[in-house]
């Protein structure tokens, strides 16, 4: 039977227009789906079914021209399935068994009444309906084979045993393993031993599983094909009956998914690559859905918000974000849903309270039907960019209110960017500056002066460096400025340029200039000068107090006064400055004091004391200048030594003098006269001692290599000897000033001879005299040789006891009644005045022997 209510098309052919417009009639009207279209002739409904498609014929056997089953016969070879119904009012067995040989679907007597119309419709749908049946059968079948043999793999019918024995194979076995459908229907191969050994348990269980709960079963598996190669199988199949052993029959199909299961493998390790990078991102990753609740989060989101997952899992964003952005964050959230991206930039508040700024970003995202699913996107932490972005702020601000010019430079060096401050120094408007040369602005030299020293500042490790440079501005006026400079580097650390910040030095470089006019001046004194400030603290101290002090200058700076002098003469410099303070016409003082060097030696000096000037009228400091008068003590010394000594000496023989004339004059005794000139005598040698002492003072003269034994001879020749013997033992020479070590030679040797016998006793000019020569007396000798480092002078009398050994060249020290005590003083200069030493100790026969050391090496 045809489909309800699908329209069945007839052609009605007979040749008497009144019954074929009644059987149209009948049959469009009792049945609805039918449709009838009639012709006069078999000539005419050839002619339509040439042009429309019919889905029954149904036609009158006698008929003028060509009858019924002529009709048929032509219809049968064009249409050969077409139904055709012969409905004639003329019927005989002839004629049904003709028209059935001719291939007619059914054979219909005309009769009397409406009923048989009913009838023949029920013959016409029957007839279209086994028609469309079977062509639809024929079709299934033909698209079935055509599925069967176009499907990328093969289809299968096998007994549910072990080895999976095929009982039907489709074509596609062939290209899908290598084995043709044949071998594996006949046995030859089976497709158990085609899968891998490691499937085969799992394989089986799993099918057994579903056919045990009476399932379709789906697996994939493992298989070797005829060429060795291993490829991936997918499999689909039920049981669709059982065979008289009871063995479950399966059906299915098997298909090569190698391709799927390495997109799937790599698809699991992108998608498990991506888990894991996304976690390992420091920025927060995150899904939210529509709502705004919490999809899809990385590992980042836990560890900055201090939130747990279960504890994410159970929150909206909102409540990440600190309450004053919600707004913002609301409406940028349903703008992303709408135009599909977003960004904003809000408050996150931990678990603890802390806030932290973040940028977010997010894209809509779309779920399988296409509809809005949520947004994902990543938030980066921006608390340090927005505290970046106000230093910049803040940086700008003060760039552009420092007094000093400020400039950067391009890594070509173009100038990029001024301040105000440049522009001023310049006399020209920013935008004249910005995009010039430096070149524009200042001197060559000093252009290349500033690039090789960007050069020398990118090959060590200095961060910046300054150098003078002189700028022009726009009326023509070259200023001399320090300009600092250092280089800027990009993110990967290359070179991007310079910046630079000047400051003028114009009027400093005038004042340095006479600063160190002034310096030089003080340097050229010679005198020790510094300067205190208000608490008596070294701002300034010239080379010239190294010399006195053994203090650097640099190491004096920031030190105190009484790094270098004592407490008492502090207080007493502090008093004369109180003094200048409150007498403003007096501006200096001068007062003598000890200063103390660095090994705690004193040394007399004078200083100069003035107030430094102070622009507010405060007490600012003082100036100061030492004068080492340590010569000047000296000589003063030596002469309160020399009125103490002559006042003494001389007094003693004068008053002798005076006394024994005026004992001559009162007696008439002449004798006192002898005694009175013995002691004028005794006055005379006083002053001639004392006048070779002062000279022996001065420093030498032009000194010589001198022959140590011939002078020594020439001195005992002057020298009234008597018996005494003079012994020279070795030879040498040595620098000196050959009168003034004659001097040395003679005082010795008359010192040795006139009171050294070996029967007087202790006592000498030089401060121990052995006592006046007596005739008994034994001649003395006297005795010069040479020591590793100098010379020595040794006599063989009485000796120099230890005791007194420290004194014996003291001015002035005498035992005896007539010597002066200047004779080994005058010894002492002259040998300090060479830069030798001298000392006395004992002879080997127990007399004096002075050793002296003219230097380190012979």
């Not at 048989?116 to 469309?132: D, K, S």
């Not at 230093?391 to 890594?411: I, Q």
Request: a negative charge; hydrophobic letters at 35%; aromatic letters at 6%.
């Amino acid at each position: 039977m045809s489909g309800h209510g699908e329209e069945i098309s007839v052609l009605h052919v007979d040749d008497d227009p009144d019954l074929g417009d009644l059987v149209a009639v009948h049959l469009e009207q009792t049945h609805g789906d039918i449709s009838v279209c009639t012709e006069r002739s078999a000539a005419d409904g050839l002619a339509r079914l040439s042009e429309h498609a019919f889905d029954c014929v149904v036609s009158d056997h006698d008929m003028p021209g060509m009858d019924g089953l002529e009709f048929l016969r032509v219809v049968r070879e064009e249409y050969e399935e077409l139904p055709f119904i012969l409905f004639t009012g003329k019927g005989s067995e002839e004629i049904a068994s003709d028209a059935i040989s001719a291939g007619v679907t059914e054979y219909l007597q005309k009769g009397v009444g409406t009923d048989q119309y009913a009838v023949l419709a029920n013959r016409i749908e029957r007839a279209v309906g086994e028609r469309r049946a079977k062509t639809a059968l024929e079709e299934s079948e033909r698209m079935l084979s055509t599925l069967i043999s176009n499907l990328p793999g093969m289809v299968y019918r096998a007994r549910n045993e072990p080895d999976w024995p095929m009982e039907f194979v489709s074509d596609g076995a062939a290209e899908l393993v290598g084995y043709s459908s044949a071998a594996l229907e006949s046995g030859d191969v089976s497709w158990g031993t085609l899968i891998e050994d490691s499937e085969t348990e799992r394989l089986w269980e799993t099918v057994q599983t579903c056919i045990a709960a009476d399932e379709p079963f789906e697996v994939s598996y493992q298989i070797e094909t005829a060429d060795g190669e291993t490829r991936w199988m997918w499999e689909r199949g039920r049981v669709v009956d059982t065979d008289d052993d009871g063995v479950e029959i399966l059906e299915g199909f098997i298909t090569d998914v190698t391709a799927r299961e390495e997109r799937e493998r790599e698809l699991a390790d992108q998608r498990a690559f991506t888990e894991k990078l996304i976690d390992s991102i420091d920025d927060m990753f995150y899904v939210v859905a529509t709502d705004g609740s919490l999809v899809r989060w990385n590992d980042t989101v836990p560890s900055v918000t201090g939130y747990t997952n279960e504890k994410l899992a159970s929150i909206g964003i909102d409540e990440l974000i600190v309450d004053t952005d919600h707004d913002k964050l609301w409406r940028i959230f349903e703008e992303t849903l709408e135009t599909g991206y977003g960004t904003i930039e809000a408050g996150v508040e931990t678990a603890n309270g802390e806030q932290l700024q973040y940028e977010f970003k997010g894209s809509l995202i779309e779920d399988e039907r296409g509809d809005p699913f949520g947004i994902a996107g990543i938030g980066r932490d921006i608390t340090e960019r927005k505290r970046r972005e106000r230093a910049l702020r803040e940086y700008r601000t003060l760039v552009e209110n420092v007094g000093d010019p400020m400039y950067v430079l391009d890594r070509d060096g173009t100038i990029e960017m001024v301040n105000e401050a440049m522009a001023v120094h310049l006399g020209y408007d920013r935008s004249e500056i910005i995009g010039s040369n430096p070149a524009r602005f200042m001197p060559d030299a000093d252009v290349e002066e500033a690039a090789d020293l960007i050069r020398d500042l990118l090959d060590d490790e200095r961060t910046w460096a300054s150098y003078e440079m002189r700028t022009i501005s726009a009326d023509g006026t070259v200023r001399i400025n320090e300009d600092r400079i250092a280089p800027l580097f990009d993110e990967d650390g290359t070179f991007d340029g310079s910046v630079g910040v000047m400051r003028e030095i114009t009027d400093r470089k005038q004042r340095k200039r006479e600063l160190e006019r002034y310096e030089t001046i003080i340097e050229a004194v010679g005198d020790p000068v510094y300067t205190l400030d208000d608490e008596g603290v070294f701002t300034y101290a010239n080379e010239a107090i190294e010399r006195l002090t053994g203090f650097e200058p640099d190491t004096l700076i920031g030190e105190h006064i009484s790094t270098i002098m004592a407490g008492d003469d502090i207080d007493r410099g502090s008093d004369l400055i109180r003094t200048m303070l409150s007498e403003p016409t007096r501006q200096n003082v001068t007062f003598e004091t000890d200063i103390v060097d660095q090994d705690g030696e004193h040394t007399p000096i004078e200083i100069h004391i003035a107030l430094l000037p102070a622009a507010d009228g405060e007490f600012n400091g003082t100036a100061g200048v030492i004068r080492d008068i340590s010569d000047r003590k000296e000589r003063e010394r030596q002469l309160a030594e020399f009125a103490s000594v002559v006042s003494h000496d001389l007094r003693n023989p004068l008053n002798v003098v005076k006394g024994r004339i005026s004992a001559a004059r009162t007696s008439g005794d002449v004798s006192h006269l002898e005694a009175a000139e013995s002691a004028a005598d005794r006055m005379d040698d006083l002053i001639n001692d004392l006048l070779t002492l002062a000279r022996q003072g001065e420093t030498v003269g032009e000194t010589a290599m001198v022959d140590l034994t011939a002078l020594a001879g020439q001195a005992w020749a002057d020298v009234e000897t008597g018996e005494a013997k003079l012994e020279e033992h070795g030879t040498a020479t040595v620098e000196a000033d050959a009168a003034r070590l004659r001097t040395v030679f003679e005082n010795l040797f008359r010192n040795s001879v006139e009171h050294g016998s070996t029967s007087s006793r202790s006592g000498t000019d030089g401060g121990v005299e052995h006592g006046a020569s007596t005739d008994d007396a034994a001649p003395i000798t006297v005795s010069v040789g040479t020591t590793d480092n100098g010379f020595y002078v040794a006599d063989d009398g009485a000796g120099i006891p230890p005791e007194e050994r420290q004194d014996v060249f003291g001015r002035g020290y005498t035992t005896s009644d007539t010597g002066t005590g200047f004779g080994l003083a005058i010894v002492t200069e002259v040998v300090q005045a060479h830069g030798w030493s001298v000392s006395v100790t004992e002879s080997e026969s127990g007399g004096a022997r002075f050793e002296f050391t003219t230097s380190s090496e012979r």
